[in-house]
C-alpha cells in the first residue's frame, strides 16, 4: 500500500512545483512527502507549501521539504474545522482558512490568530479586502440561480449584485439543462466578472459597484458544416 501513498504525494508535488519558478538549467525534483494519506489542496506561497487533510493543515519548507509543522483536527470548537477546509488564501502577512460553518486567519508559521463564523449553508469565501466575496444560490420563479454576494467583516451581507443562471437547470418535463459557468476572479480588492457572449470583463470594486469594462472587439468567424 506503500507506494500508492508516495505515488499521490508525487502527484500533488509536481501540481505545486507549477506556481515555482525553477533557476535556468535546474531539473525539477520528485521528492515524496511520506507522512500524508490523502492530500487535497495545495498552496505555494514564498518559500513555504501548505498541503491539507480533511481538517488538518501541513507546512513545508520549499527550501528543503521538511516538515515544519502539523496543525487542526475535526470539531466545531476553536480552532477546529468541520469536515473539511474548502479554500486556503496567503495574504502578505496570514492564511486565510474557509471551512464549513467559519473562516478561520494564521500566520504563516500556522500560529492562530482568529476565527469568525459564517452562515452553514454558504462554503466559500474569498476577501476583498475587509470585505468578502461569496458565491450563494436563489430560486426565483422556479429558476435556479448562482449569486454574487458581498458580506463585510461582521457577516452581514452587503448586497446582492449579480444572478446567473445555475449550470443545471431541470425544467417542468424533467429535463436537465446545462447552462455556462458562473466563474469571478478577484485581484488587488477588485472583483473581474465574464459575462455575456462577446466576453466582455466587468470590473467591480469590493462593494460590487461596477468601476468599468475590459472589451476587445473580435471579427465572428462563421461556422460551417
Avoid: C
Wanted: hydrophobic fraction near 40%; glycine fraction near 6%; charge should be positive.
Amino acid at each position: 500500500m506503500r507506494p500508492t501513498i508516495v505515488a499521490r504525494t508525487i502527484i500533488f508535488i509536481l501540481m505545486a512545483g507549477l506556481a515555482v519558478s525553477l533557476p535556468a538549467g535546474a531539473k525539477p525534483r520528485t521528492i515524496p512527502l511520506n507522512n500524508l494519506t490523502f492530500p487535497e489542496f495545495v498552496k505555494v506561497d514564498r518559500d513555504q507549501l501548505y498541503i491539507t487533510e480533511r481538517t488538518k493543515v501541513h507546512i513545508y519548507s520549499l527550501n528543503n521539504f521538511k516538515l515544519l509543522k502539523t496543525f487542526g483536527k475535526e470539531g466545531e470548537g476553536p480552532q477546529e474545522f468541520k469536515r473539511m477546509i474548502h479554500r486556503i488564501v496567503a495574504g502578505e502577512d496570514h492564511l486565510f482558512f474557509n471551512s464549513v460553518g467559519k473562516i478561520s486567519y494564521y500566520k504563516k508559521d500556522g500560529t492562530f490568530i482568529r476565527e469568525t463564523r459564517t452562515p452553514n449553508h454558504l462554503l466559500r469565501f474569498e476577501p476583498i479586502g475587509d470585505h468578502f466575496l461569496v458565491k450563494g444560490r436563489e430560486t426565483v420563479a422556479d429558476v435556479d440561480f448562482d449569486t454574487l454576494e458581498i458580506y463585510d467583516e461582521h457577516m452581514k451581507k452587503v448586497k446582492v449584485f449579480h444572478y446567473h443562471k445555475r449550470v443545471l437547470q431541470i425544467n417542468n418535463k424533467g429535463s436537465v439543462i446545462l447552462t455556462d459557468l458562473l466563474l469571478p476572479y478577484w485581484h488587488d480588492n477588485k472583483i473581474f466578472l465574464v459575462k455575456g457572449p462577446d466576453m466582455a470583463i466587468t470590473v467591480l470594486d469590493k462593494t460590487g459597484k461596477e468601476l468599468y469594462e475590459i472589451s476587445r472587439k473580435y471579427n465572428r468567424i462563421p461556422i460551417t458544416e
